[in-house]
């Protein structure tokens, strides 16, 4: 890959990666062989912060053109990406346990962003235990041709 400038450097998980900012995305570098192991994409601007979840399952990462976007670690899937009020966020850091994140940006304002850990199957057992289904009146057992004890 040609040059590209990098802005900033940080370790990756352990001593073994490197993480770098560069024009318009995140890079992870293995350090003893220098090969580029990930890229996260999808900023349209320099980083001006970044982040690793300390569980190493997200990067965060907070850019001069006011946006945020949260990736998986992992596979550098971009996960959500939202556009702050403000033009640029100058930092971004997680929470201890990695389920909260937050920005702050030039405007001074410090922005909560809550990250959801559910499995697919955990939020369909939710759904299944607090949804609610109403009882379907008269008119729609005849429409869906329901057997009924309704009396005409």
């Known amino acids: 890959e040609g ?15 490197i993480l770098g900012a560069d024009m318009d995305s995140l890079v992870l570098w293995d350090i003893e062989t220098g090969d ?3 890229r996260y994409s ?4 320099v980083p001006w912060s970044y982040a690793i979840s ?10 001069d053109n006011n946006e ?14 939202h556009a702050v009020h403000a033009q640029t966020v100058y930092s971004v850091v997680f929470s201890p346990d990695s389920k909260t994140a937050f920005s702050i940006s030039n405007d001074g304002l410090l922005v909560q962003w809550n990250i959801s850990e ?3 199957q955990e939020w369909i057992d939710w759904i ?9 009146t008269c008119a729609e057992k005849v ?6 004890t309704c009396q005409p």
């Open 42 to 45: 999808g900023l349209s601007t």
């Open 3 to 17: 040059f590209r400038p990098i802005f900033d450097v940080a370790f990756g998980p352990g001593e073994e990666t």
């Open 118 to 120: 559910k499995s697919l």
């Open 143 to 148: 429409q869906f041709r329901i057997e009924s």
């Open 54 to 63: 300390p569980d190493w399952k997200y990067v965060l990462a907070g850019s």
């Open 68 to 81: 945020v976007v949260l990736w998986d670690f992992n596979t550098g899937q971009e996960l959500y990406k």
């Open 36 to 38: 580029i192991i990930r």
């Open 128 to 136: 299944h235990t607090n949804r609610y289904v109403r009882p379907l």
